[in-house]
């Protein structure tokens, strides 16, 4: 359950004006990193995005790091932990896509809609304990 959230990072950069260029293929890049306290019952996710131009990063991007944390109840196999992997994207996803939106309006172009894409489960890694 998400307790909280928090966006941390929000930056854009655009050198070029999107209005004069046209169509830039855009690529997005994420990650998404879930640190559980000592207890297993509370984590802090960390969901990092960035939208770059394709053909040219240095053109235009936009970064935007959002922090979910999360009561999760007691997690104590990797499953239960891929679970709330999967969980902390699908709840954060929303806040990441409307804080890249709002970026991009507010910076003069059009809204830039990021894609939700099916986390596949299996490619989650589980940090083993130090």
Known sequence: MLQTQKVVYPKIQSLIDIKDEGTIEIENRFGLTVDFDENKENC???FNVSAVCKEHPDWF???VQ???FFNCGKVQTDIDKKNVHAEAYDILFPYMQSMIAELTTKAGMPPLMLEKVNIDFSAIEI???K
């Open 66 to 68: 959002v922090l979910g």
């Open 127 to 129: 940090a083993k304990a």
């Open 44 to 46: 802090l996710a960390t």
């Open 61 to 63: 991007s936009v970064t």
